[in-house]
């Protein structure tokens, strides 16, 4: 039973990637004239669509896609840092509960939508329903080469504009959208091709068409693809601190990358060690950056 309830409150929302969609939504409140009480709910609401989307991609991909169904060697890999490839398979939860679970954490977020909707407009519900349907995308992108779009969508643009509208119904939504970019690009083709590698070799069987997959079926250096990514992120970064939309202290973020490089040296040694300690320190460059915004936006 205590196992079962760590499921439903730690396992299925994934908590580990808070800060994944918290930063984006607190950055377009930043944006959007600086945070206020109704940014700081809209957070909480891109949140809870968070987990309520995580949840909901254990469900799919189980009862769906079925890259979770089959034996252990023939179904998407368990990582230590996320832990919701299995839970169905080893009959931990049912594919009911985990659809009811998934349920629950959207209509959780809900509550601070409409309230938002009520006292802030409209356009805040509009883009917390889009934001929950993108994981049905998510779940299908897998297969038609729309994965990378579909995530980097989901944890940059939607979570960036509902903290710009939670905070005000006429936000600089163009600017917001520019300074998601690496927002985008992070879980997108930096953290993916990481994820998807212990993946790849059971669900290209089942027909996924991805590039993170392509990464591992072409023999592509996995350590060369991240870098690439992670310098492109970087040049996108300062580009935007040229422009005026970052502040200059939002580059204290780039102390992760040098971490992150040594770190993917030692993915030949012990992959899904070092994978995890991969991702856990790429977490803390959005963390950083809004950080960095925020104490910029001081002087």
Known sequence: MIKKIKVHLFTLPRWFATPLFAAPAILGGLLAGGMTLNSWIGVIAAVLIMAGGHSFNSFLDYSWTGLDKGKLEDRSAEKDYAGGQSVIATGLVSEREVAINASVWYLLS?????????????????????GMLMTFWYAKAKFNWTHELALGVASGPMPMLMGMFATTVSPPWVTGLLASVPFFILPAFIGLSIDEWPDAEANLKKGVKSVSYKVWEYGVSLEWYVSSWALFLCLYHVFLIAIGILAPLSAIAFIVWPFIMVFLVFLKRDFRKWAGITVFTGVTYPVLLVLGQFLGSLT
């Open 110 to 130: 809900l509550i601070p939508l409409i309230y938002l909707a009520v006292n802030v407009g409209w356009p805040i519900l509009l883009v917390g329903v889009i």
